[in-house]
C-alpha cells in the first residue's frame, strides 16, 4: 500500500479474483475468496483509496484493435525539458506510455501503429518535439509476457491476513 504496508494474502486474492472474474460483484467476490461480504467491501475501497486499484476498465489488446505495429523508442531530451516533452508526448495519439529513465536516454516510449507508414509517422511526430534531441528505436516483433502484476503481489503478499476460510489465489 502506499503508507508502506505490505498488501496481504486477502489483497492478493482479491485482485486475482478481479482478473480472473472480471464482471464479479461483491457477493461474487466474497463467494470466490471464502469471505465476508462487508469484508470484501471494505477491502476494495481500501485498495482503491490506496491507489493500489486504479480501475475497472477493460484491458485492450492494441493489436486486436487494429494497431498490430508496436516499438519501444528512446528519446534525448534538452536538459530540463521533461515537462516540454511530457506535454507533446501526450498529443501524439500513438504514444501509449512514456517514462522517465536513467541510463544513456532519459525517456522511454512504447508507441504503436496500425502499419510501419503510422509507425514512421509517429516516429516524426516524436521527433518534433523541441526538446527532443535524438531518438531511437526498436521495433517490438511479438510479446513474449504480457504485462502483468499478479505474480509480483503473489511474491510479496503476507500471509497473516483474512480468515481461515479465505481461498487463496494459489488455491490453498
Keep these: 500500500m502506499t503508507d508502506g504496508r505490505t498488501l496481504d494474502a486477502l489483497d492478493v486474492a482479491l485482485v486475482a479474483a478481479l482478473r480472473e472474474h472480471r464482471r464479479a460483484g461483491i457477493l461474487e467476490l466474497a463467494r470466490i475468496t471464502g469471505v465476508a461480504r462487508g469484508t470484501v467491501s471494505a477491502r476494495l475501497q481500501r485498495l482503491e483509496d490506496s491507489g493500489v486499484i486504479t480501475g475497472y476498465g477493460p484491458d485492450i489488446d492494441v493489436r486486436a484493435a487494429g494497431f498490430g505495429v508496436q516499438a519501444f523508442v528512446t ?5 530540463g525539458a521533461i515537462e516540454d516533452v511530457r506535454q507533446d508526448l501526450e498529443r501524439i495519439p500513438g504514444v501509449l506510455e512514456a517514462h522517465a529513465t536513467t541510463g544513456s536516454g532519459d525517456v522511454l516510449c ?4 496500425s502499419s510501419h507508414e503510422a509507425l514512421q509517422q509517429t516516429l516524426v511526430d516524436l521527433n518534433r518535439s523541441a526538446s527532443v534531441v535524438r531518438s531511437t528505436s526498436v ?3 511479438s510479446q513474449l509476457v504480457p504485462w502483468r502484476t499478479l505474480p509480483l503481489l503473489q511474491s510479496e503478499a503476507t500471509r497473516d491476513a483474512g480468515r481461515s476460510g479465505m481461498h487463496l489465489a494459489d488455491g490453498s
Design 75 to 79: 528519446l534525448e531530451i534538452a536538459q
Design 110 to 113: 512504447r508507441v504503436a501503429a
Design 139 to 141: 521495433v517490438a516483433l
